[in-house]
């Protein structure tokens, strides 16, 4: 498993490759972490590092967690998030780690929470088409209808879908590509749109998947090529 970020949605804007063609991205403000504590394999069974994201005000700490920090002789993190390495050695503590991990990378996976709607029916959570618009049906044309069988079993089943609370739950979307990198203002451009709001935060890791597919500027650096060949031959 390899050191993953954390950052925060920015919004969506557009970037223009070579050719003019416009990508839609999501911009994600990534923020550097610190490195507060390596864990050896002798002690714990396996290895991995400890890295915080996020100042955080002293007032706002428990009691334990000002002791943490104080032993540990950093300033406080709001997140901490452990990773499991094989190798602690390139590790320090006090390391800061910021988009310069991703360099070299196409393909990037993200974690963030999806936008909360509160209390939502069938039709706008799961898509029903409801009940029919006449014949019978009265105030209850959006309703999802029968949701158990007979006397045997008795019950309705555990995970029928049925109205209830929808959105604000963490969705992990994989295979997403990194357009641009602004390493001057720790700024990430990925490709489409991600779950979440504006300003909420995301979890980025190292693409897990091994990925054969090609990015947005090797299909366009491709076509040219194939269509300067073309025109070689015309002439």
Known sequence: ?????IGTKLGMTREFIQSGQSVPVTVIKIETGRVIDIIEKDKRGYSAVKVGYFTQKNSKLTKQMKGYFTKKNTEPKKILKEYRVENTENFKTG???????????????????????????????????????????????????????????GKVFKGKKMAGHMG??????????????????NLLYVKGSIPGGKNSTIFVRESVKKIKRKTTLEKFNEKNIKTEAAKGKKK
């Open 1 to 5: 498993m390899s050191i993953g970020l």
């Open 168 to 185: 604000d739950k963490f969705r992990t979307i994989l295979n997403l590509e990194i357009i641009k990198s602004d390493l001057t203002n």
């Open 95 to 153: 390391n800061e780690l910021g988009l310069e991990i991703l360099k070299d990378k196409k393909f990037i996976d993200i974690k963030s929470k999806t936008i909360g709607k509160g209390f939502a029916g069938v039709m706008k959570r799961w898509n029903f088409r409801g009940l029919r618009a006449s014949h019978g049906v009265s105030v209850s044309h959006r309703s999802h209808g029968s949701t158990g069988q007979r006397q045997d079993p």
